[in-house]
């Protein structure tokens, strides 16, 4: 199967600041079928980022997503109170599809 | 409203099995792909579990070993997900959630578009 590993585990920035959230993959992943997530303690996952760098409906566009192959970055360009959360990326490419273990980002 | 609401969870022995439902609304149910997700509590996000449209077409995870069965009620928007032979290590949230493709000129990728609030299954003596 194919690991996902995100890094930082936990990122703590300051309202304003730049995220930037990295998801590294054991082996190829087609752009297609790569996405990342947000959640909320307490809620269900909400989908971010679809086929690497679109964005889902609604979503606002500090956030964007860029990579290929086996790297991949998650960047939130100034963050809002209401984004911090745990984020996770995901690949759907070759199954069984897997998530990463997730990144937190926490007030500072 | 796009709507996807589990029922079904609760606590169960090891060894027990437990039958979870998925109802879907406000879509086309069965056009779409559907899944299962689980997460452990205070642990990151499983993918379990696909099936297609017409259920021609289905997928599980490695650690499931013959365990879990998908299966999906088009007729009344439904999708299912029986757990048999249940283990402590089980014990998580179970999300729905759809599978959209968002197909441009030459490219479809996919993605889970719609999950539900999802539903707790718990595995203890």
């Known amino acids: 199967e194919i690991v996902l590993t995100q890094s930082p585990g936990t990122l703590s920035l300051s309202p304003g600041e730049r995220a930037t959230l990295s998801c590294r993959a054991s082996?190829?992943?087609?752009?297609?079928?790569l996405a990342w997530y947000q959640q909320k303690p307490g809620q269900a996952p909400r989908l971010l980022i679809y086929?690497?760098?679109s964005r889902a409906t609604g979503i606002p566009d500090r956030f964007s997503g860029s990579g290929s192959g086996t790297d991949f970055t998650l960047t939130i360009s100034r963050l809002e109170p209401e984004d911090f959360a745990v984020y996770y990326c995901?690949?759907?490419?070759?199954?069984?599809?897997?998530f990463g273990l997730g990144t937190k980002v926490e007030i500072k | 409203e796009v709507q996807l609401v589990e029922s079904g969870g609760g606590l169960v022995k090891p060894g027990g099995s437990l039958r979870l439902s998925c109802a879907g609304s406000?879509?086309?149910?069965?056009?779409?792909?559907m899944n299962w997700v689980r997460q452990a509590p205070g642990k990151g996000l499983e993918w379990v579990s696909s099936?297609?449209?017409?259920?021609?077409?289905?997928n599980y995870g490695d650690s499931l070993k013959g365990r879990f069965t998908i299966s999906r009620d088009n007729a009344r928007s439904s999708l299912y997900l029986q757990m048999n032979s249940l283990r402590a290590e089980d014990t998580a949230v179970y999300f729905c959630?759809?599978?959209?493709?968002?197909?441009?000129?030459?490219?479809?990728?996919?993605?889970?578009?719609?999950w539900g609030q999802g539903t707790m299954v718990t595995v203890s003596s």
């Open positions: 086929g690497v760098s």
């Open positions: 082996q190829s992943v087609s752009s297609t079928y």
């Open positions: 995901q690949q759907s490419g070759t199954s069984p599809w897997t």
């Open positions: 406000g879509f086309t149910f069965s056009i779409f792909n």
């Open positions: 959630a759809r599978e959209r493709r968002f197909c441009s000129s030459n490219n479809c990728p996919r993605a889970l578009d719609i």
């Open positions: 099936i297609s449209g017409m259920s021609s077409h289905i």
